[in-house]
């Protein structure tokens, strides 16, 4: 049975987490909550999990940076829903985003990557713009609108009453997902980056239902 960590990186009171099992969609949400930082949430996430192995972790956060302008896989990923009637802001320009987001993003990733192993492949999730790409959020039901329980294609388990945050954590460890088993019609974004710069070392992705 796999097992996949999620994380949605908000601040103090908004730092969404999740833990998916399972080995074929719909993948069950064994447990999530809301943290202050990344320590708390690794913490909450490591005991949920148990004495499971962890396959992969996704985080909705910029998990490698440009030097020189904006990101290659942004700049596809906001054409890609653009298309689809959503706002180009959605996807944001990194160096346009808050702190907790660009901060604790990372360091849950090395922390991750210290107390789980260093080779636990992680995939940069953007919750949101997959809602979009799933074909589940439109112009007339914006992903504001969507809860986890309105995806039982993708989750099932302790859905109800979920967060915004721990719904995009879920989304966040669905892409964790995809990157293990090659899902089809998803592709990782992240092979096409020029010259990225890497607080996190390999493997890592940006895996995408594009």
């Known amino acids: 049975m796999g097992v996949f960590l999620g994380f949605d990186p908000g601040g103090a009171g908004a730092f969404g987490w999740c833990v998916l099992d399972g080995n074929a969609l719909p993948l069950n949400l064994r447990a999530r909550g809301i943290a202050n930082h990344a320590h708390d949430a690794l913490n909450g996430a490591l005991q949920a999990a148990g004495n499971n192995a962890i396959d992969a972790v996704g985080i909705d ?3 490698f940076w440009r030097s020189d302008g904006d990101r290659q896989v942004d700049q596809v990923t906001r054409t890609q829903i653009v298309g689809l009637g959503s706002p ?7 160096n346009s985003m808050r702190g907790a987001c660009l901060i604790q993003g ?3 990733g090395l922390l991750t990557r ?19 790409l799933l074909g589940v959020a439109s112009p007339a039901n914006p992903p504001e609108n969507i809860s986890l329980a309105d995806l039982p294609g993708y989750f099932v388990g302790n859905v109800q009453g979920a967060s ?7 989304v966040g460890a669905l ?15 992240f092979q096409h980056e020029v010259n990225p710069l ?4 390999q493997p890592l992705g940006y895996w995408m239902p594009v």
């Open 175 to 189: 892409s964790a997902f995809a990157m293990v088993n090659q899902l089809q019609n998803w592709h990782d974004l």
């Open 88 to 94: 180009g802001g959605t996807v944001n320009h990194v």
């Open 114 to 132: 210290q107390l789980v192993r260093p080779d636990v492949p992680i995939s940069e999730a953007h919750p949101k713009a997959m809602l979009w």
């Open 106 to 108: 990372v360091a849950v």
């Open 61 to 63: 956060a910029p998990l």
């Open 198 to 201: 890497l607080p996190l070392q």
């Open 164 to 170: 915004d945050h721990e719904r995009d954590a879920a």
